[in-house]
């Protein structure tokens, strides 16, 4: 039995129902197929595109509703002890990755994005966190670092939309999808020991 | 072998309601968080529903458990947490387990393989 598996998955079991990212991972990549370029332009069908994109956040919200009740149905629920530092980490990620992508990045025209090595620089972070390595995230990290260096050369705006959405949206599912797994692994994993011992 | 006996003093110091695998698993998952339901532990721990509660019985008994039982609407929900005794014993018991640990490192056979 992995004592340390089973502490690290109870400890941040909300967190790793990672199956609840992947219906926003799917409208990630959906959005810019309504922008296409062969399309008429967004502007000309405001009502469609804003209805559209109402209906599909709607839908992922109902998703991830959905499957949180699977993750409550199937394993239960776990009383998580407060931790304001990583609370406190999340939160301040959120705002530095906004104020680069709406205030720094417009302005400094470089051609390298630093909104995105810090997503890449927080992801690869997260491949460790709590002494348990996660490599799942190691992909997310990979791929964001790539996206930050992609405007070095000369792309199509329409197609630099499309490879962020894409890049979002798999690392969402990638990394939701890995988290399930670690779930599903440790139960199953600790389950195949512990079913053995009776009462002593 | 009068060297090693301090090592087996300490294991047969152990506390055997802790070290038994499965309780050790409950105690392990409790100490990681506030509380747990009963439905989560026995997911984790692959036990039945009755040897579940009969572990869960003897750690309450020691007084290392609090077991609530509720209604969320309709259905009954049993959710357990450690007490302070329970969250102390825990970590004792971990420590003792990595000095055990070190200990058998110093065993001369083991130095020699």
Not at chain 1, 97 to 108: E, F, I, K, M, P
Not at chain 1, 156 to 167: E, G
Not at chain 2, 79 to 94: C, E, F, M, P
Request: aromatic share 12%; with cysteine.
């Amino acid at each position: 039995m992995r004592y340390h598996d089973i502490r690290f998955v109870t400890a941040n079991f909300h967190q790793l129902q990672g199956l609840r990212l992947v219906p926003f991972g799917i409208l990630f990549i959906g959005t810019p197929l309504g922008l296409m370029p062969w399309l008429p332009p967004a502007v000309d069908r405001f009502f469609e595109v804003m209805f559209g994109g109402w209906y599909s956040l709607t839908a992922a919200l109902a998703c991830a509703f959905l499957v949180t009740a699977y993750y409550r149905r199937r394993y239960g629920t776990v009383a998580q002890h407060h931790r304001r530092l990583r609370n406190s980490l999340l939160a301040t990620a959120v705002v530095a990755y906004w104020v680069l992508s709406a205030h720094v990045d417009t302005r400094l025209d470089w051609p390298v994005s630093l909104s995105s090595l810090f997503v890449s620089a927080c992801l690869f972070l997260t491949v460790r966190v709590d002494g348990f390595i996660r490599v799942h995230y190691l992909f997310g990290a990979v791929i964001w670092f790539i996206l930050a260096f992609i405007l070095v050369f000369p792309i199509d705006p329409y197609v630099y939309v499309f490879v962020f959405y894409l890049t979002g949206g798999l690392t969402l599912i990638v990394c939701g999808i890995g988290d399930h797994l670690l779930i599903t692994r440790t139960l199953a994993g600790t389950k195949d020991h512990a079913s053995k011992p009776t009462v002593v | 072998m009068p060297r090693n006996r301090p090592s087996f003093d300490r294991l047969a110091a152990l506390d055997r309601t802790i070290h038994e695998p499965a309780r050790l698993a409950i105690l392990t998952v409790l100490s990681a968080c506030q509380s747990a339901q009963f439905r989560y532990l026995q997911a984790i721990t692959g036990l039945t529903q009755g040897n579940l509660s009969m572990h869960l019985n003897k750690l309450e008994e020691r007084g290392l458990i609090e077991i609530e039982k509720s209604f969320s609407g309709k259905y009954p929900s049993t959710s357990v947490h450690l007490t302070d005794v329970g969250r102390k014993a825990v970590a004792r018991h971990w420590q003792q387990l990595e000095d055990l640990k070190d200990a058998a490192r110093d065993l001369p056979d083991q130095k020699s393989a």
